[in-house]
């Protein structure tokens, strides 16, 4: 398979060159040149199969031409260690629960997938250097990334984050693992974070000194497999005999997990239609009412990891649907909810249901309550565990959000991170030494 970049202007590359640059030389995004449609057959039995057989096909119609299909049933089958289920919420309202993974959020798909697939490419050639990964998180990427990547070979992980500016659970997720995981903790706030990585990357004499990539959000290899579990919610719902009117819902920041299922609808997902869940930060809410797309320093709120100014798919949806505002708002629609909503909506679930959503998937939850018409059932998408955002669902819900255990380890671990000043001579000299 090809892929080309969505501004038109860089060489097309192969899957190994997409992955290994993540973004094209003009700064645009890959896509793949076709999306291949699965078959009838496929979907008429799907309800018999389970999630790893699901994903294994849907990633064999991406990646089938590039990878071998021994090694691709090894990647996805290792990815998918744990489970992506789908329960019922109320009435016509269900949940995919992607937080199931090491670090409690969707992101472990795509991470974990990432290093498989890469760790494949650098096997296929022969003596190579190790390979370095570079990422500057205020957060979540961090951990899922630092998790995806533990342990394996080749490829070494420096995660760069601002001191004192993560929450001490995000930390410890990315702090505490040794191996082949290197927490940098940086003087400075997330922005400095990721001026010490695109300093690097520009760097010639340390590209010539190591091997150096990224595994950002936009990578081919991180987004696409987050399609696996909408097949996989589709099935779920069709054996429950509830999957003819379906709508998905998808609480969405930079827009890469609601990009992934709409590329499974491409492939031929019987899903009727899309909502993007938006927190306060509205740029697609509004480009879906006015036609323009107006990008906005983000907004801080309660569901922080969507506080995206800028969501960078959009590239990848307009390129998607032709640049046609008429198609994108006929299969998509959206909602956007204050800091005030979120809350009243975590209450207001908990109250009736019992059900604890965190301030992400309440986005997703309220938009299906505000949004499903007669006849149809949704699913929205829970992103993270609510014990991630403890000390904000507590405070909401007056109650003690239980600890899972794989979290719980995380917080027993020893922090182990390496200081550094914001000064790139400084991050380009301990480098050099690595
Ligand atoms: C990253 C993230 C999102 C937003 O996903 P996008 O793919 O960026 O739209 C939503 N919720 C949680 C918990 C996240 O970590």
Redesign the pocket.
Known sequence: MKYYSTNGNAPIADLHKAVVKGLAEDRGLYMPERINKLPKEFFDNIEKMSFQEIAYTVASAFFGEDVDPDALHDIVYDTLSFDCPVVQVKDNIYTLELFHGPTL???DVGARFMARLLQYFIRQEQGTQQVNVLVATSG?TGSAVANGFLGVDGIHVYVLYPKGKVSPIQECQFTTLGKNITAIEVDGVFDDCQALVKNAFMDAELNQHMKLTSAN?INVARFLPQAFYYFNAYARMKEQGRADNLVMCV????????CAALFGHQMGLPIKRFIAANNANDIFFKYLQTGKYEPKPSKQTLAN??D?GDPSNFARIYDLYGKSHEKITSLISGATYSDDQIRQTMRECYEDTKYILDP?GACGFQALADGLNPGEVGVFCE??HPAKFKEKVDEILGIDVEIPERLANFMKGQKQSVPMSKDFTDFKQYLMKQ
């Open positions: 959020a969707f992101k979540d959000s609480p969405s920041g930079n827009f890469g997990n609601i990891a969507m995206v992400h992103t993270a």
